[in-house]
């Protein structure tokens, strides 16, 4: 596609719901990036895919949080048993070479209540 | 984000210029971005830096010091719509191709 895109745009979970968010990475793009955001903050690194690998899962906060990306192109970041302190806009980014930079998609926003 | 260093908040006249300085780690440096993020919106390329110097681009001018760890966005001749947090992310050699982000730095262009 022509740009990274995300669903769904906004998400409210009930506190201990599951819940699964979507990343449609540039068609081509072979690094695939997991990053939150919270309000007024820069965005934190969750996890890192190259192709299917996961080659960095450093940033998860917790093992509520799991990602895949499984043929190497669309990618679902899973958070199981919400809490309020995961209510963040997720935000996606592909890469091709990842020398200039990442191309970000709009973000989920997800609010836990 | 750890160890990048970028002020929370700047006000600015439109037509003015304004500075927004950032410092990074220095260890294991492999390059340093800048992203302009409007409110509920993507982050969005503005530039890269890798050798020291100034890199101009229309109203747009980011510089590096790698022997400082600093890096500065510049931009010129302020207009309205360039309201907006502008984000310092460092790439470390060690660390692959992700980013880590300073806290951004939220800009208020003021007629």
């Known amino acids: 596609g022509a740009g990274v895109s995300q669903s769904p745009r906004y998400k409210v979970a009930k506190r201990g719901q599951d819940v699964a968010l979507r990343c449609d990475p540039i068609s081509g793009h072979v690094s695939l990036f997991w990053y939150q955001q919270a309000l007024g903050q820069g965005p934190e690194f969750l996890t890192y895919?190259?192709?299917?690998?996961?080659?960095?899962k450093s940033g998860l906060p917790s093992d509520r949080f799991f990602a895949e990306r499984p043929e190497g192109s669309v990618s679902t970041l899973k958070i199981q048993r919400t809490q309020q302190e995961d209510s963040a806009v997720y935000l996606c980014a592909s890469s091709l070479a990842g020398d200039h930079g990442y191309t970000f998609g709009s973000g989920t926003r997800l609010t836990v209540v | 984000g750890q160890n990048i260093d970028q002020p929370t908040e700047m006000t600015a006249t439109e037509g003015a210029i304004v500075q927004i300085n950032c410092t990074y780690q220095t260890s294991g440096f492999n390059g340093l971005f800048w992203y302009q993020q409007h409110a509920g919106e993507a982050p969005t390329f503005l530039s890269y830096?890798?050798?020291?110097g100034l890199e101009e681009k229309g109203r747009f001018s980011s510089f590096l010091s790698r022997s400082k760890g600093y890096s500065y966005l510049l931009l010129k001749e302020l207009q309205m719509k360039d309201s907006a947090s502008y984000l310092c992310a460092e790439k470390i050699k060690a660390a692959g191709n992700k980013l880590t982000f300073g806290g951004g730095t939220r800009v208020l262009v003021k007629p």
């Open positions: 895919f190259q192709n299917e690998a996961q080659l960095d």
């Open positions: 830096n890798v050798l020291d």
